[in-house]
């Protein structure tokens, strides 16, 4: 049977602390907060989410309440906050997180549905926000993208995540005029992309390791490299539909130099099947090396065995509320 990642951090409250892998490993969240308990599911107001949230203190966020929280405009979160849905099931409709100028910040095992309206993400990340770890979320049918990280937004992991009904799925790096993006560093690994259009992710700029990933029935192409980015594509799997192109190349020009690029991806021990089409370009020894940035990681080869285990374990898990819940406030 596949093995996943830090398997072991429902045990105890705050052992999801400093537990992701990859770009992301220093997040903490509310690591040294007390627990805030969101005793409702109004969009504001005492006992809220967005009450915990606009606090300045570090806090680790829970539930005592199951249901929707139809959010009217964006949630910001601030520094040091972990969003804890385990134990409960908690869908966010409306519109999504906003992840500005913050850091330390660690989102687990929630939903995302039904986002509405120009530029509206599931979980926006920009500007300059750091040490970010999302885990085991469900994200769907958002107008924009399911989750964004731009503008000099960096050292950020992505895990366990489920994807599915949607077009633009993730975007890394806003534009060609933002070449602060140069920063930008993402870990994505034991996701599920379930027949999401396109942007799985798409990259301009900045470094991206993908492992451990199941991309199937996209409707363009699985993964984009644009101007100037490095994707490192390990152990991935790759299963086309209709159509066949698993990596794309977008030419442009960054707003500071004279020649337009693409980006370049190396695939290095990646499944492709059903006729996916691993075209790569020339150059890729210039791409980074994950071990140049991080001494370990969570992977294996892909397998029937990881394709199942992540149809299962990937999005919001019906798993309860740590033990020590009570002990730990």
């Given at each position: ?243 066949k192109k698993t990596f794309e190349y977008y030419t ?78």
């Amino acid at each position: 049977m596949a093995s996943l990642p830090y398997a072991d951090v429902d045990h105890s409250l705050r052992a999801l602390a400093g537990r992701a892998e990859g770009f992301g490993r220093f997040a903490v969240g509310g690591l040294h907060g007390p627990v805030y308990f969101v005793t409702n599911l109004s969009d504001d107001g005492p006992g809220s989410l967005r009450e915990g949230c606009r606090r300045k203190e570090p806090l680790w966020i829970v539930f005592e309440v199951s249901g929707t929280i139809h959010l009217s405009s964006y949630l910001s979160v601030s520094s040091y906050k972990t969003i804890d849905g385990r134990g409960q099931r908690i869908k966010f409709t409306g519109k999504g997180l906003r992840l500005k100028e913050c850091e330390h910040i660690i989102i687990c095992n929630l939903e995302f549905e039904g986002g509405r309206g120009h530029d509206v993400d599931g979980i926006q990340i920009k500007p300059n926000s750091r040490h970010i770890w999302i885990d085991r979320c469900s994200l769907r049918d958002y107008d924009d993208g399911l989750i964004d990280i731009t503008r000099q937004s960096t050292d950020i992991t992505v895990s366990r995540c489920y994807f599915a009904q949607h077009d633009k799925t993730m975007l890394i790096g806003a534009d060609p005029s933002h070449v602060g993006d140069r920063c930008i560093r993402v870990t994505i690994h034991h996701c599920f992309f379930d027949g999401t259009r396109q942007r799985q992710p798409r990259l301009r700029f900045g470094k991206v390791h993908l492992y451990n990933n199941y991309t199937r029935n996209w409707g363009i192409y699985a993964v984009c490299a644009s101007v100037e980015s490095q994707i490192y594509s390990q152990c991935n799997i790759y299963e086309a539909g209709q159509k066949k192109k698993t990596f794309e190349y977008y030419t442009e020009k960054a707003a500071d130099k004279l020649e337009a690029k693409s980006g370049l991806i190396r695939s290095e021990g990646d499944l492709f099947l059903n006729g996916a089409q691993s075209y790569l370009l020339t150059g890729v020894e210039g791409v980074f090396h994950p071990s140049e940035h991080y001494p370990t990681w969570t992977m294996e080869a892909p397998s029937d065995s990881l394709k199942a285990v992540l149809q299962i374990c990937t999005g919001w898990q019906s798993v309860p509320q740590p033990a020590d819940l009570m002990v730990a406030t």
